[in-house]
């Protein structure tokens, strides 16, 4: 699953994404629209974050959502 549906399916903004899981907004929405790779321990805090659903391989060049444009 990649981290758009993930935030969709429950229903919660990136803002709150990223303060549950310790990471800045900034940070996220980045990752979401393609412009940055995540670090190793940003793909940790997500993947913990979302108990597992998103995993690190959906967020390794995974191409960037026509949705969170």
Excluded: C, Q, W
Aim: net charge positive.
């Amino acid at each position: 699953m990649d981290l758009p549906a993930y935030l969709a399916e429950r229903r919660i903004n990136l803002t709150a994404f990223a303060a549950e899981i310790g990471v800045p907004p900034s940070t996220i929405h980045r990752i979401i629209r393609g412009e940055r790779d995540p670090r190793g321990t940003t793909i940790r805090k997500i993947v913990e974050g979302t108990g597992g659903k998103v995993t690190a391989s959906d967020l390794i060049a995974a191409p960037a959502s026509p949705e969170a444009a």
